[in-house]
């Protein structure tokens, strides 16, 4: 098997490839061989020692998400077998201990951290869905309660998180719009199907808040999901919602800074996060599976493949990650 170690906090340098041995599945266990592992920005500060979520302590293995196919099923298992296609439940990960990440071709696991995948699901997106899906979902969806007529504030539009969060919106009926930091990407995301945003809007431009604000028709915005959550961004975004709007933040992009809460009082809003671990566990765990593996399947949500590196490249896919000139989801395939 072949594993990324994150060696030392640092730049890509740090992420070395290792072989080790085949592991072999516990009586309750099956092993994966991945076809699929989904990138996320996580990654990036885990292995730089700026994620502060959590960072773990080097040697470690990065990577939050995973899918593929069972090549390996322990004695006790009776609903897995072998050749099945399926994808990592989000606690899987967590369920190897702390720094046991999906970055490597084969994953042992509990069987009930598999999710049988449909045939119409692609290997490539087996372990890209989760992340950009249900972080949207569970937000805007299971925690938000979005309703129909809503306007959502959808920042990073280029990322898979706010590109699936466009989609979400969409089909529950809400005004979805993106915001981007790059003017460059700006006709990329008009001109790309699956970014559903019905408006986009470039933060360089001046006076970028006055437009979103017209758009909602001078009423603010209902709810804004940003992973950005810097001080200035935060401020203006405060200042766009809605009377009783929401905003979540659910990343740290931005750098932190004074944040004026005038505004949510005025209003009556809220600030809140959102971390998909809230998911797990909570009761809708399975129904967000099946509700995204649904969507995926009949075509209503389109992830974006902004491009796949061999998992023996993962340095320089770090380095296309870090260049932030993609536009949906980057994901590593390990050799077969
Ligand atoms: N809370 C949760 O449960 C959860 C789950 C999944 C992901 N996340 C978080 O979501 C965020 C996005 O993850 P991802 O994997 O989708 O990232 P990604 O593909 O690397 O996308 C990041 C995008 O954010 C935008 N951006 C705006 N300001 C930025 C800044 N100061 N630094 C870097 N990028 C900036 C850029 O898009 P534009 O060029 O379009 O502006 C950039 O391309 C991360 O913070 C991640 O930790 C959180």
Redesign the pocket.
């Known amino acids: 098997m072949e594993t990324v170690i994150v060696r030392g906090f640092g730049g890509v340098e740090q992420l070395v490839l290792e072989h080790q041995a085949d592991p072999q599945p516990g009586p309750e266990e099956v092993v994966v061989r991945l076809t699929s592992i989904g990138?996320?920005?996580?990654?990036?500060?885990a292995r730089r020692g700026e994620?502060r979520?959590a960072s773990g302590t080097p040697p470690f293995t990065p990577g939050?998400e995973g899918g593929g196919v069972v090549v390996a099923v322990g004695d006790a298992v009776r609903d897995r077998a072998l050749g099945q296609r399926v994808s990592l439940s989000l606690g899987a990960p967590a369920s190897r201990g702390i720094g046991a990440g999906t970055y490597r071709s084969h994953f042992v696991v509990h069987w009930q951290h598999t999710i049988i995948a449909p045939s119409a699901i692609p290997d490539q997106l087996l372990g890209a869905l989760w992340?950009?899906y249900?972080?949207a979902w569970?937000?805007l969806v299971a925690k938000q309660n979005l309703q129909p007529g809503q306007t959502v504030l959808i920042?990073?539009?280029?990322?898979?998180?706010?590109i699936a969060a466009a989609q979400v919106v969409k089909h529950y009926g809400g005004l979805a719009i993106?915001?981007?930091?790059?003017p460059e990407?700006m006709a990329r995301?008009e001109a790309m199907p699956e970014a559903k945003f019905d408006h986009l809007i470039c933060?360089q431009t001046p006076n970028w808040p006055r437009r979103a604000k017209a758009i909602a028709q001078g009423r603010g915005c209902d709810v804004i999901f940003d992973?950005?959550a810097?001080g200035d961004?935060l401020n203006q975004e405060i200042r766009l919602l809605a009377p009783h709007g929401a905003l979540w933040?659910?990343?740290?992009?931005?750098?932190p800074g004074v944040v004026d809460v005038t505004p949510l009082i005025r209003k009556m809003a809220s600030l809140r996060?959102?971390?998909?671990?809230?998911l797990v566990n909570s009761g809708l765990e399975q129904t967000a599976y099946t509700h995204v593996l649904e969507r995926v399947a009949d075509g209503t949500y389109q992830l974006p493949i902004?491009g796949t590196f061999p998992l023996r490249e993962v340095q320089a896919a770090h380095r296309a990650?870090?260049r932030?000139?993609?536009?949906?989801?980057?994901i590593l395939i390990p050799d077969a």
């Open positions: 990138m996320n920005h996580a990654e990036l500060m994620y979520l939050l992340l950009p249900l972080t569970g937000c920042p990073a539009a280029s990322s898979s998180v706010a993106g915001t981007t930091t790059r990407k995301l933060t992973p950005v810097a961004f933040v659910y990343g740290l992009l931005g750098k996060g959102w971390l998909l671990g809230e902004a990650m870090e932030g000139e993609h536009i949906g989801k980057l």
